[in-house]
């Protein structure tokens, strides 16, 4: 790990996750990005904050130099369409495979 590896705040992809019988909402980052453990983060009451505002930089608990963005995680991808899936099996066939390919 490089200097400038250690002074960037590293990604975090967080959920947003209420404590049964409360109001209180928490960001909860399943994978620290530097211990690899469960970390929670307060985002607010659940009628009157917006949760979205609590995003950003933190420091990260398991150690409190290093700073980690909490952030949403990501979509995932939309599956390909039939026609799509159709097309790319049918140009596959055309393909000559010869000894190095297969």
């Not at 200097?3 to 994978?31: C, H, Y």
Request: hydrophobic share 30%.
């Amino acid at each position: 790990m490089g200097k400038k590896d250690r002074n960037t705040p590293r990604m975090a992809f967080a959920s947003l996750r209420d404590m049964p019988g409360t109001r209180v909402m928490f960001w909860v980052v399943d994978e620290c990005p530097y211990c690899g453990e469960r970390h929670l983060h307060i985002a607010g009451n659940l009628r009157m904050a917006d949760p979205g505002e609590s995003l950003g930089e933190y420091p990260a608990p398991c150690d409190g130099s290093r700073m980690y963005e909490l952030a949403l995680t990501p979509r995932p991808k939309r599956k390909q369409s039939k026609e799509a899936r159709r097309k790319a099996r049918r140009d596959g066939k055309g393909e000559v495979l010869d000894d190095d390919k297969w």
